[in-house]
Each structure stands twice: as C-alpha cells, then as structure tokens.
C-alpha cells in the first residue's frame, strides 16, 4: 500500500495497478552498445541497500576486496590500484597527468579518436607529444612505433588497447615492450578491454592502466579504476614542478587505498559507497569465472558477432587480426545511414552510432562484453536483419544468425 499526492491511503488494487502501469513503462530493449552494458541483477541489488558511512566495516570489506581483485583482474600483483568516483576520462586523466611535467615527451599511439584525448590531457599539462596514428580499422605498426621512439625519446608512450571509435585492439605486449626497451613509461587505456580481453600488466611492462567501471567489468557507470606501478609512482615522486591537479593527485589517492587494503579506512574525497557495492559484486562474479575462460568466452561470441554481420555482408571495420572481442564496429550498407540504428531499436535491440569522423553515418557500434552471451547476439543479429529489412534492404533472413550459431556451435571447426 502506498500514500498518493492527496495523502489519501491506496487499496492494495490501487497499489498493485500503480505498479502494473510502473512496470510496462520499462525499457525492455536489449543494451548493446560498447558501454555502458547490461549488468546482472546481482550487481544492480547490491546496490538497493542503505547508504553506509565510508568507514564502515562493510564498506572496509568492499573496498579492501574490491582492490585485491582489481590487481589480479590486472594481473600486476606489484601496482596498487587506485578506484575514484568518476568515469574513464578522469582515469585517463589521473593515470597520465600525473607522470608527466612541463616540457616531458609523450608518443601518442593512436588507433582511433580515444587516443587523443591522452594527446588533450599532454597539452593541458604543458607536455609535447607526437602522435603515432594508424589508417582506421588497422593496427599501429610496431616497426613505426620503434623508430618514432628512437627519434623521438619519449618520456611516457600512451596505448589504447581497444579503440571503441573503430573496434581496433592494440598488441599492448609488443608495443610495452618496444616503449620499455627504450625506458619509456607505458600507460594503458583499458577502458575497453580490461575483464573482456587478455591482459597482464606486470608480465607485459604496463606501468599504468586504467578503466572504468561500466564495460567488461559489469558494473553501473561512475567508477574511474586506475593502477599505478613501482616506476609511476617514483615518476610522480621525483617531479620538479609543483603537480596542478587535485582531485587528480595519486600521492592524495594511494595512501588511502593502502589504508582500506590494511583493513582501516581512508579519506581523501568520498567515495561513491553504493557504486562500492555494486563494484564488489560485479568483482566477485568476474573472479569467479577464471580470466582465461573469460577471455575465451569473449573470443567465441566476439567470433560469432563478428561471422554473422559478415554473412550480412555487412563489413567489420577492423581488419581481422586487429579486431576487439569487446565491441564489433561494422559498415552499414550503401545508401542506409544511422536510421539502421532506430530500426533496430524499433525491433527490441539498442546499438550505438560511429563516432569516428570516417564511419559516423556509416557504420555502426555493437558492444559484446561483460555478461554478454549466445542469447545476446543471437537476438541482436534478429534485430539487425529484421531492421535492415524494414529499411528495404534485401535480407536472406537467418543468414547472419546461421553464421553466428555455426560459430557458436563450433561446426565450423
Ligand atoms: N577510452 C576508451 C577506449 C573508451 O571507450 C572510453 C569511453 N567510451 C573512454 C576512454 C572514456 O571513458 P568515459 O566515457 O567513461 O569517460
């Protein structure tokens, strides 16, 4: 029973048909665009629960555990990770402010738009930079990227492991290990990859990495996740100039972080508590799964997702060694614009526009990670051919979701 505007009590029928009508308001279109994702409903719960101090001892446990699954999700057992509220910009901005200073060269390893914003946040803090681009839908080269490190000695080398502007994934192992060679710092955007693709952050030379909370890792949007490694941490120690940031500031963030992880809170700024919770679940189901396993797991749906747009005749941006198992990044056909995107909305299924300048109005973004599965893209493959179908096109039905469950099924093998 519930109180309405006038104070007047409900009936229980009133109550119940205000639910009713509550609940046929909900969007029930499948969420698959490359973040935020779909979340389980574990993780949403975890959150519908009073708002607790930051010191208490849950949150302690959250945090404190939350963290240690973070350095394994990482796989870089010597960094400390750091969790801030805010989304993956500020953990881009956290990781490379902090190592550079006015005057430092940073190479910029560009493999679609998100590999500038590294390139804004250099400028901003008075660091040159030399951006390594390559043509979209392709890898940068590990031969070009030497010699532009020999010529060019960059004091930090930034990577987009996946660019989410063009599906393209970056061989962070090869790239971390031409930077190392030449004592470069190494920092990773692994906003979209980290929980969805391989990734070892000590054993590869990552000095920093980064993500956010609402991608592979299956947690609501709000959570910057950035690790800080030994030779990071001694960068931002042995600055000359003042730091500029604040909020930014690791030396504010790292002791408090260590605090949690010695079971006493810390404070530095608030954390976002019940985003806390919800983290710590979406952590707990991860580390359930054995990393290899899910990577595998994103590999088999990434390979089927991409096989079906294929049997569309629809083509994938990123060439086929480069090609993220997070996200796909397709061609619409010739003459259909982002109406494709509206049409397969109309059939239940919400997928995301390009916004790389080359492919926005003629491509669109799917995002396969995190608790994606086999119902999923099946049901979006549906959704794409019926969509395309609606805007006149020539659809051999079933085509794409035959490609994809001969995949899925392994009959291809
Ligand atoms: N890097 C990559 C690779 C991304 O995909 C995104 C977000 N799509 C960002 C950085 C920025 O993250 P956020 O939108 O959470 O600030």
């Not at 901005?93 to 940073?106: H, M, Q, S, T, Y």
């Not at 930077?179 to 000590?202: K, Y």
Request: proline share 6%; with cysteine.
């Amino acid at each position: 029973m519930g109180w309405d505007g006038r104070s007047r009590l409900l009936t229980e029928r009133e109550t119940i048909a205000e639910i009713q009508a509550a609940a046929a308001k909900v969007d029930r279109t499948l969420l698959m665009i490359p973040g935020p994702t779909a979340i389980t409903a574990e993780v949403l719960a975890a959150g519908a629960r009073p708002v607790l101090s930051h010191s208490d001892p849950r949150i302690r446990t959250f945090v404190a555990e939350a963290l240690a699954r973070l350095r394994n999700l990482f796989d870089a057992p010597a960094a400390q990770p750091i969790i801030a509220a805010g989304s993956g910009t500020l953990a881009m901005d956290i990781g490379l402010a902090n190592l550079i200073e006015p005057g430092d060269r940073v190479l910029i390893l560009e493999s679609g738009v998100f590999g500038r914003r590294f390139q804004a946040i250099a400028e901003r803090n008075g660091a040159e930079f030399l951006v390594e681009s390559a043509p979209v839908g392709e890898a940068v080269d590990p031969d070009r990227v030497r010699r532009a490190i020999e010529a060019y000695q960059p004091k930090v080398v930034t990577i987009t492991h996946v660019d989410t502007s063009t599906g393209v994934r970056l061989d962070v192992e090869t790239l971390s290990r031409i930077a190392r060679e030449r004592d470069a710092l190494v920092i990773v955007d692994g906003v979209c990859s980290i929980g969805g693709e391989e990734f070892h952050g000590d054993a590869w030379g990552v000095d920093v990495a980064l993500t956010a909370s609402q991608k592979a890792i299956g947690a609501p949007p709000g959570l910057a996740i950035v690790t800080v490694g030994p030779r990071a941490r001694a960068a931002r120690e042995r600055r000359r100039t003042p730091f500029p940031g604040y909020f930014t500031d690791i030396l504010n963030w790292l002791p408090v972080m260590e605090s949690y992880e010695g079971g006493a809170p810390g404070y530095f700024g608030t954390p976002a508590v019940t985003l806390l919770a919800n983290l710590h679940t979406a952590l707990e189901e991860l580390a359930a799964e054995p990393m290899p396993q899910r990577v595998a797991r994103h590999a088999r749906i990434a390979g089927a997702f991409k096989a079906g747009v294929a049997a569309l005749g629809l083509h994938n941006v990123a060439a086929p060694e480069a090609n993220a198992n997070t996200l796909t990044v397709a061609r619409m056909p010739d003459g259909v614009g982002d109406e494709l995107i509206d049409a397969v909305r109309a059939e239940g299924v919400t997928i995301a526009r390009a916004i790389h300048p080359e492919l926005r109005g003629n491509s669109f973004r799917v995002g396969h990670m995190g608790i994606c599965g086999p119902a999923e893209i099946l049901t979006t493959l549906g959704a794409l051919e019926r969509g395309l179908h609606r805007l006149g096109q020539p659809v051999a039905f079933g085509a794409g979701l035959g490609a994809a469950q001969r995949v899925l099924a392994g009959a291809n093998d």
